[in-house]
């Protein structure tokens, strides 16, 4: 039965495209999509009408709605892309393995062009790759500056000559740096860079077998092994060329599978007629229709990734929308090809294998991370009583020693999840001496500030927010809720010894079961917490100079810290120093030996 306040919002959907926002009973984003036509899009949803479990599921917990209207509807498929990375929606297909891969660049804008790896591909020079496993791009890099000589230094290149470094003596580099090469001959060795990088190999596989042999015949084998290596490398990639393939494209072919509940993606790669790798996503089935699921989770992974010039795939796209949003983000369209045989066919159907073996292989991997993450958040609302599912968590800890650099942590977990791009960290700025409490409470008000304010888009409110720690740290976070008059967010502190949880509802501590999922949830994001602050401390510890650092630990004075100095020279030699080296120092026996020792055993 849908509610009257949805039944009255429907009635006022506009004909035009845009993004839809379904909400739950507590206001949680549960799905968002896109819409070219919004009235007819969101109706669908509510018609009584026979549908996918997925949707069916999803359209249950609609409480509410609300949409945004946009220009066109490849607007609408970057708003929808933005809006899900925001709210994480539990219906939708979510890319959480958005890795990033080597790209091998020419850097051709420069006067005398280097080589370089990055993951970040700009339109500021030639990219080769991405380079997805078997492969090493510095073997490749490598190889390019043995065979060709071009220079992988970011030097700058000015009218007065440098003195050539390392690389120009062991035949590496022709050293522009240094004015010992025409910029026509460098030139030249660029192209065949350029050349060999696009897949032809001929030319660098016999100069190496050149070399290889010249070193064998001079008995300097291990040269003679290293250039081996480097042809063996070759080979490798040879055996990646598709013959079949044309020199001149570049393709992703997509593959898709899916059981109804769950899904698997299968990418395999190919540039420059070379099979560059492949890789493959497990993922929960969305609520939304096949086609449109498909052509967001496409928008989602080349966000941040240079797309190819054509994508090969059989699933239902909407091909002209996915060319139009390409065609903004590239400044050129994408041939899509649907192939019925041929070798685009032959791949396609490697990549249907792969996609249907990966989800046979996932879906007990999937349905245990189902237990660890959302289902362990629904029974933490469970068990702790919590005002409502908590989808975004905070964890706070602080780290110190003796009270000296004192930070604290925020670490985050949406659904059950680490979310490491909303993590945070604090230097304690107001409090004095070693007071966790009074740090806590900084960290704690400094953070929950925000909350109404334009920064509260930064950062979200929490459902949750758990401390580490008892009784006295849940009690001294209170306090800073009951300042701000702070409401809607749960509190709970887990303590280490006995991992008893302590919430504002009950009197004593709860105990949950060791083995229930919820209590290793609570486990793992008080854990993540400990870690990111004990980083963080050792980050700003390492920072402080030598004489700071040995004023902290008790009976090391003026004239011991210039004995220490003058013996080991470094704070780093000084932490490595066993006992019997720190006695050698006048004046420090075996009791402080041994102080000094476990000091920075607790760094």
């Excluded at 699933?315 to 685009?344: A, H, M, N, S, W």
């Excluded at 009583?385 to 009270?403: Q, T």
Aim: glycine share 6%; proline share 3%; net charge neutral.
């Amino acid at each position: 039965m849908v509610e009257s306040v949805v039944r009255e919002k429907l009635k006022l959907l506009p004909d035009s495209p845009g993004v839809y926002i379904m909400l739950d009973a507590e206001g949680t984003v549960i799905y968002v999509g896109k819409a070219r036509v919004l009235k007819n899009r969101v109706r669908q949803y509510f018609h009584a009408s026979e549908k996918p479990y997925k949707v069916q599921a999803m359209v249950e917990c609609i409480a509410d709605f609300s949409y945004i209207v946009v220009p066109t509807e490849v607007d609408a498929l970057a708003l929808e892309n933005t809006l899900i990375k925001k709210y994480k929606p539990k219906y939708n297909i979510l890319l959480k393995d958005d890795k990033t891969y080597p790209y091998i660049k020419v850097h051709t804008r420069e006067a005398y062009p280097r080589i370089s790896i990055t993951r970040r591909v700009k339109k500021d020079g030639k990219y080769f790759g991405p380079f997805m496993g078997g492969i090493s791009c510095k073997d490749i890099v490598d190889v390019a500056a043995k065979v060709y000589n071009i220079r992988t230094c970011n030097v700058s290149i000015g009218e007065k000559p440098k003195k050539p470094c390392l690389n120009h003596h062991l035949g590496r580099c022709l050293a522009p740096c240094a004015h010992l090469v025409s910029k026509e001959e460098y030139a030249a060795r660029v192209d065949k860079t350029l050349a060999f990088l696009g897949g032809d190999y001929e030319e660098a596989q016999r100069i190496l077998e050149e070399k290889m042999k010249k070193f064998a015949e001079a008995e300097e084998f291990e040269l003679a092994l290293e250039y081996r290596d480097r042809l063996r490398m070759l080979e490798k990639l040879k055996e990646r060329r598709i013959t079949a393939m044309p020199r001149d494209v570049d393709a992703d072919i997509w593959a898709y599978a899916s059981n109804g509940l769950y899904a698997a993606i299968s990418l395999i790669v190919t540039r420059r007629g070379i099979m560059q790798g492949s890789l493959s996503f497990s993922l929960d089935e969305g609520a939304g229709e096949r086609g449109e699921a498909f052509t967001s989770f496409l928008s989602q992974y080349y966000e941040s990734k240079p797309i190819p010039h054509e994508l090969v795939l059989e699933e239902p796209f909407d091909d002209e929308l996915f060319v139009e949003y390409c065609k903004q983000k590239e400044g050129r369209g994408v041939e899509i090809t649907r192939p019925k045989f041929g070798i685009r066919r032959e791949l396609l159907d490697m990549g249907r294998r792969n996609a249907a073996e990966y989800l046979e292989k996932s879906i007990s991997a999937i349905e245990h991370k189902s237990d660890m993450t959302t289902s362990a958040c629904e029974r933490l609302k469970t068990l702790l009583a919590l005002e409502k599912y908590p989808k975004r968590m905070e964890c706070y800890d602080i780290s110190d020693i003796s009270g000296v650099d004192k930070v604290g942590s925020m670490v985050v977990f949406t659904d059950g999840e680490a979310d490491k791009y909303e993590y945070r960290r604090f230097r304690i700025k107001t409090v004095e001496g070693a007071n966790d409490f009074a740090s806590l409470q900084e960290v704690l008000k400094r953070r929950l500030q925000k909350l109404g304010t334009d920064e509260e888009e930064r950062f979200p409110r929490p459902q949750l927010i758990v401390i580490d720690g008892g009784k006295g740290q849940l009690s001294a976070v209170k306090e800073i809720f009951d300042e701000l008059e702070v409401t809607g967010i749960d509190l709970v502190a887990l303590a280490k010894q006995e991992e008893e949880v302590y919430t504002l509802k009950s009197d004593g501590p709860i105990r949950l079961d060791r083995r229930d999922y919820a209590l290793k949830m609570l486990q793992r994001i008080r854990d993540e917490a400990h870690r990111f602050a004990v980083m963080y401390f050792r980050n700003v510890h390492s920072k402080r100079n030598l004489a700071s650092v040995l004023e902290e630990i008790e009976g090391v004075g003026p004239q011991k810290r210039k004995l220490l100095m003058e013996k080991f020279g470094t704070i780093d030699k000084i932490m490595k120093a066993d006992g019997e080296q720190l006695m050698r120092v006048g004046g420090i026996g075996k009791e402080l030996a041994e102080r000094i020792r476990r000091y920075f055993e607790s760094l």
